[in-house]
């Protein structure tokens, strides 16, 4: 697990962009009190998700509308129809932690 950021650093319906080793990652901050961790790049388009709309568990895309879960990175809206990667995600001591191996078989 490598450390990102302080859980302060992600208000709640929020999402910050990350790099770990040239991996760019979205980290949300659902509005279901739970940090997510998603492949920051839409798969309709390539445009940062963390740009994006939090709603529940979904993190949509700011450029056209494509919907992603936030738990299995599966698309909930056109036009998108491939999923992104998802990354585990730990929180310990107020930091969020995350492992570079999607949990979801999505590789970037």
Avoid: Q
Wanted: hydrophobic letters at 35%; charged letters at 25%; proline letters at 7%.
């Amino acid at each position: 697990m490598i450390r990102i950021c302080a859980t302060d650093d992600v208000p709640k319906g929020t999402a910050i962009s990350a790099d770990v080793d040239g991996t760019r990652l979205a980290i949300v901050h659902g509005d279901d009190d739970v940090f997510y961790a998603v492949y920051d790049e839409c798969s309709h388009a390539a445009v940062a998700l963390s740009e994006g709309e939090v709603e529940g568990c979904t993190l949509e895309c700011w450029l056209h509308g494509s919907r992603f879960d936030l738990r299995t990175g599966e698309p909930t809206g056109l036009p998108a129809t491939e999923p992104v990667p998802v990354y585990p995600v730990e929180v310990r001591d107020g930091e969020v932690y995350v492992s570079m191996t999607p949990s979801n078989g999505v590789t970037p």
